[in-house]
């Protein structure tokens, strides 16, 4: 008698991918001198949220935008993840480097200290609704350069570039 099973490996790669970009942008947030205490308040709804339009496969990118209270409109930095579909690793491996995105981040210097942030997802048309989260806009890039750092985290049949957008 032989036994056969199957396993849903794109199920597995959502949930790593979410957790990976939640877990390095909220490294991030922490070393970058930010309060990460309403990060991890809103970590349940974020991390459904972006589960479920990897699932539909209308999320195109998750931005954490940084700016300064006073001047809301306008970023100050950006942080980015960029969904890759149907991509990924090959033989069914799973990878995440952090380092590449945060070595960068940390080398634009110090945020002031009043500063916030606002986890934004992009979707494409037609997304599933999540509760709490609704279409927005992102803040403005004007006069900021994007960088690319690569592909930062990796899993079979989804992945996730990461990039940044600095002034100067």
Not at 102 to 122: A, D, H, M, Q, V
Not at 126 to 132: A, K, L, M, S, Y
């Amino acid at each position: 008698m032989s036994t056969v099973a199957y396993v849903n490996t794109y199920a597995y790669s959502v949930t790593y991918l979410t957790d990976k970009m939640l877990r390095s942008l909220q490294e991030l947030i922490r070393e970058l001198g930010l309060d990460p205490r309403r990060f991890v308040t809103g970590w349940e709804s974020s991390d459904l949220a972006i589960s479920t339009w990897l699932k539909s496969g209308h999320l195109y990118r998750i931005s954490l935008e940084i700016y300064d209270p006073n001047e809301s409109s306008r970023a100050i930095l950006v942080l980015e993840f960029d969904i890759v579909y149907a991509s990924g690793s090959e033989d069914g491996s799973f990878s995440v480097d952090g380092e590449a995105l945060r070595y960068e981040i940390l080398k634009t210097g110090t945020l002031p200290s009043r500063c916030t942030y606002s986890l934004i997802c992009f979707n494409r048309a037609g997304r599933p609704d999540v509760p709490n989260w609704g279409p927005v806009d992102g803040r403005s890039r004007e006069g900021m350069t994007r960088y690319i750092a690569g592909t930062t985290i990796s899993a079979p049949g989804l992945s996730a570039s990461s990039a940044y957008w600095a002034r100067g």
